[in-house]
């Protein structure tokens, strides 16, 4: 019997089990917080918003196991990037059921809404794209299709996680804090696929290349926020690039963003560092 569990060989895999069990709880939490009118005045809104949250971060882990299993070479954590993939989809559907619920099931109003509001139709797409991965994700698939193109079909989720931010940003109108954060990490994410076809070493991409992208993808994040408040508010884009260095307005996207890519870069030094021979460790230090 083949559990979700279990690894390749069917022996219980401690790591799957944990991302297993961890991935129901946002949904669990969400529900019992319903239940219990922790999220009055407006429930199904506030569960609308938390389940999107969670779809959209689920989108992102998935997309950063490739990353992160090669610069911190943990080969396992691939055992757990379907599983993900699958939880975003299902996330997915419960925050396209919530809303649907929220309009007292009526489908029609559903559909012409879907139809009306471009955030609304970009967000569809993009569940019909992680349909589309969801359903092409069992073993029995993956034979069917081939290695080869079940690899290509799946880099579809590059312009599913594009089109979240998307409907994100549009929906979030005034706060852009956090999409921010989202788009200078998936400029991250992207950035190190790109990088790693032409600099990896042996699927890895040198330290000193992360480092570099850390400060690529901040500055992406720094120099995309200041083009979006100068053309939406007719900002300053100096003063938009300089509240990066202050504190008065909160920690801005892009030092997160930087924050994040060097924290991958050091990871990957010191877990290069580790792998190495006692005796060539001392000398390198
Ligand atoms: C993969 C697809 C989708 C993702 C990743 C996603 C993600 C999100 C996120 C992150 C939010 C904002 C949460 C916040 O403001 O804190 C949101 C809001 C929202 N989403 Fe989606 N969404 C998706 C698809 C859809 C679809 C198909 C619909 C409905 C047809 C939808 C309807 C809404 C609505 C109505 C809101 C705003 C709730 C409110 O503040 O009033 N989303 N979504």
């Known amino acids: 019997m083949k559990y979700p569990w279990n690894d390749y060989s069917g022996r219980l895999s401690p790591l799957k089990l944990t991302v297993f069990l961890a991935l129901f709880c946002p949904a669990a939490w969400v529900g019992l917080s319903f239940a219990l009118g922790w999220l009055e005045p407006r429930p199904f809104t506030a569960a609308i918003r ?117 409907h994100y940003c549009m929906q979030s109108k005034l706060d852009l804090w956090e999409p921010t954060i989202m788009a200078g990490i998936y400029a991250w994410l992207m950035g190190y696929r790109l990088l790693a076809l032409r600099f990896a070493v042996r699927g890895r991409l040198p330290p000193v290349w992360t480092v570099v992208l850390a400060i690529a993808a901040a500055t992406a994040t720094a120099l995309g926020e200041a083009a979006y408040f100068m053309l939406a508010y007719h900002a300053d884009p100096e003063r938009v690039i300089a509240a990066n260095w202050s504190l008065m307005l909160g920690v801005r996207p892009a030092p997160i963003v930087l924050g994040c890519g060097l924290a991958v870069a050091v990871a990957a030094m010191l877990r290069g560092y580790f792998a190495l021979p006692a005796k060539r460790r001392t000398r390198f230090a």
């Open 50 to 166: 938390e389940i999107g949250l969670w779809t959209i971060r689920l989108i992102f882990m998935a997309l950063a196991i490739t990353p992160l299993r090669h610069a911190v070479q943990w080969s396992r954590l691939i055992l757990v990037r379907r599983m993900i993939g699958v939880a975003a989809f299902a996330y997915a559907t419960l925050h396209l059921g919530l809303y649907t619920a929220d309009q007292m099931f009526d489908l029609a109003k559903v559909a012409s809404e879907i139809i009306s509001r471009i955030y609304l139709t970009i967000g569809f797409t993009a569940v019909i794209g992680l349909a589309a991965l969801a359903a092409t994700s069992t073993d029995a698939m993956i034979r069917r299709l081939g290695a080869r193109s079940w690899q290509r079909l799946h880099r579809l989720v590059y312009l599913v996680a594009l089109l979240a931010i998307v």
